[in-house]
């Protein structure tokens, strides 16, 4: 099952965004989506579960969890824009949510993929938004298979070329 990642879109979904998403089969988003028509394009690509980001307003608040968790081909996800712990850590996200195997987040628009106890796959994707702190767009692909562990990817999002 391959998953495509995004976050911190803040209302601007970039046409690569199409391009790199073309084959997944799942979306998660990490939160601050911006105006609700923009799920409604994820969700022209694939299901999305998404979650809403301290920016969101009431309509996404009320649409929306804090919080998201699913499991997807076997694998527990947690799913959060990680604004309500401050800046937060791998290790601070993999404390809150003990039970996830994966966990996506987005807030501080800084790309992340590491492993927490070995176990714990913890992805920020970027900010997929407006450029901020100097950082390239960037989202994120997991592959998962049962019994292996996830594999995943940063893709940062450079222009289409003519």
């Known amino acids: 099952m391959r998953i495509g990642v995004i976050a911190d879109t803040h ?3 970039r046409p690569e965004v199409f391009e790199v998403f073309r084959e997944v089969d799942h979306i998660l988003h990490g939160g601050d989506v911006g105006p ?6 994820l969700e022209a690509i694939a299901p999305v579960t998404a979650v809403f980001g301290n920016t969101d307003g009431p309509e996404l608040r009320r649409r929306l969890p804090r919080v998201a968790t699913l499991e997807l081909d076997g694998f527990e996800i947690a799913v959060t824009h990680g604004d309500q712990f401050g800046s937060p850590t791998p290790e601070t996200l993999q404390a809150a949510f003990p039970r996830a195997e994966i966990i ?3 807030h501080t628009h800084r790309p992340l ?3 927490v106890d070995v176990v714990v796959t913890v992805m920020n994707p970027g900010g997929a938004g407006a450029r901020r702190f100097s950082l390239p767009p960037s989202v994120g692909i997991l592959e998962l298979e049962p019994g ?5 990817r940063l893709v940062p999002l450079l222009p289409l070329s003519p």
């Open 104 to 106: 996506v987040y987005g």
């Open 113 to 115: 993929l590491t492993l």
């Open 36 to 41: 609700p028509h923009l799920l409604t394009e």
């Open 11 to 13: 209302g601007l979904l």
């Open 148 to 152: 292996i562990p996830p594999r995943g």
